[in-house]
């Protein structure tokens, strides 16, 4: 079985640019999650998606940062514009639902750096 | 809202020996998971153990155990055996237990590096 994949691994963008981070869930996973780790400071969530709705986005810092999860398979993470606060390292989790759903998988995380 | 702390930035301990790291976190739930993840360098975050708030008796997989205080809010790891294998980062971790959707988000503390010696 794959695991969570993202996709880049590690991106160094310039303030102002457009970045997209990719997470391939596993399969038949309906939940998704983002999170993300400032340098120093603990991981911090982002947003849910239950398939592809939205369950929780309390997490998102502000409204530079788009989720979304098309077809509720792989989902986009998208900064626009992007600030050097911005920067650290964004992981995305998946779980199934049922028994067993607290079990969160994660990616490898994608190192963003924002110059 | 919870808070998860983890005191430890860094331990280190010698290849063999049993080392405890620190946990304390704050909640007005009643009914929690605690974990304890573990990322090796360059390599994804798993899962290393799990406790249900609900259950007095400790958790353990294999050379790890916890030592859970519920009154206390304290949640350690301790890892017997030390191998090399787990120099990582370990990250304590809350969710919320039950109902759907965002509740099955986690809190997760800072992290404290651990490095085993050889």
């Known amino acids: 079985e794959a695991g969570v994949t993202q996709f880049p691994s590690h991106s160094v963008i310039e303030k102002g640019q457009t970045v997209t981070l990719r997470c391939d869930p596993i399969?038949?996973?309906?939940?998704l999650y983002w999170y993300r780790r400032v340098m120093g400071k603990e991981i911090k969530f982002l947003l849910h998606?239950?398939?592809?709705?939205?369950?929780?986005e309390s997490g998102m810092p502000n409204n530079r940062f788009l989720a979304e999860r098309t077809g509720g398979t792989y989902s986009t993470l998208k900064v626009q514009p992007a600030e050097l606060e911005d920067s650290g390292v964004y992981f995305c989790?998946?779980?199934?639902?049922?028994?067993?759903?607290?079990?969160?998988?994660f990616g490898p995380g994608t190192r963003l750096t924002v110059t | 809202a919870q808070t998860v702390t983890q005191s430890q930035p860094e331990m280190s301990v010698q290849e063999a020996e049993t080392v405890t790291l620190s946990c304390t976190y704050d909640?007005?739930?009643?009914?929690?998971?605690l974990f304890w993840y573990k990322q090796p360098p360059s390599r994804q975050m798993i899962l290393v153990i799990r406790?249900?708030?609900?259950?007095?008796q400790n958790a353990t997989e294999n050379r790890f155990s916890v030592n859970f205080q519920k009154a206390a809010k304290s949640f350690s790891l301790k890892i017997s055996d030390s191998q090399l294998g787990d120099t990582a980062m370990y990250f304590c971790?809350?969710?919320?237990?039950?109902?759907?959707?965002?509740?099955?988000?986690?809190?997760f503390g800072k992290g404290t590096l651990l490095t085993v010696n050889p």
């Open positions: 989790a998946s779980s199934h639902t049922g028994p067993g759903s607290y079990e969160q998988y």
């Open positions: 909640t007005s739930e009643n009914n929690y998971y």
């Open positions: 998606f239950v398939k592809e709705s939205k369950q929780d």
């Open positions: 406790q249900e708030a609900y259950k007095q």
């Open positions: 971790a809350f969710m919320k237990h039950g109902g759907g959707g965002s509740n099955y988000k986690l809190t």
């Open positions: 399969s038949g996973h309906d939940n």
